[in-house]
Nanobody
Framework: QVHLAESGGDSVQSGGSLRLSCAVF????????MAWFRQLPGKERERVAT???????IYTEFAKGRFTISQDNAKRTVDLQMGSLQPEDTGMYYC?????????????????????WGQGTQVTVSS
């Protein structure tokens, strides 16, 4: 069982920065994909960025150039550094995980089925 705990959400002014962190507990599998999602008010949850156990990183278009996902395997954390924040970035940010005992390759395509979720951390950007 994997448990995720987000932290770092806060209220900031437009143009400001925040660093979100996701602590991962209970992970023992050899392969994984970690992701940050967000849910803006009145909208469906959307993917922000993913990073897998091979170090591959994918950003959704709106996150490119402003957000950076990173992982610290020693600390078992996955962080999301966010810059140039705008009021439209206001929402709940979630950490998600997908794990597998199969190496990434023909029998395991990562980042397609997140079953572990954190409780979320609120980000509020004021103009």
């Amino acid at each position: 069982q994997v448990h995720l705990a987000e932290s770092g959400g806060d209220s900031v002014q437009s143009g400001g920065s925040l660093r979100l962190s996701c602590a991962v507990f209970g992970y023992t599998d050899s392969s994984y994909c970690m992701a940050w999602f967000r849910q803006l008010p009145g909208k469906e949850r959307e993917r922000v960025a993913t990073i897998d156990s091979d170090g591959n990183i994918i950003y959704t278009e709106f996150a490119k150039g402003r957000f950076t996902i990173s992982q610290d395997n020693a600390k078992r954390t996955v962080d999301l550094q966010m810059g140039s924040l705008q009021p439209e970035d206001t929402g709940m940010y979630y950490c998600a995980a997908e794990v597998s005992d199969t190496p990434i390759g023909p029998y395991y395509s990562p980042c397609e089925g997140f079953i572990y979720w954190g409780q979320g951390t609120q980000v509020t950007v004021s103009s």
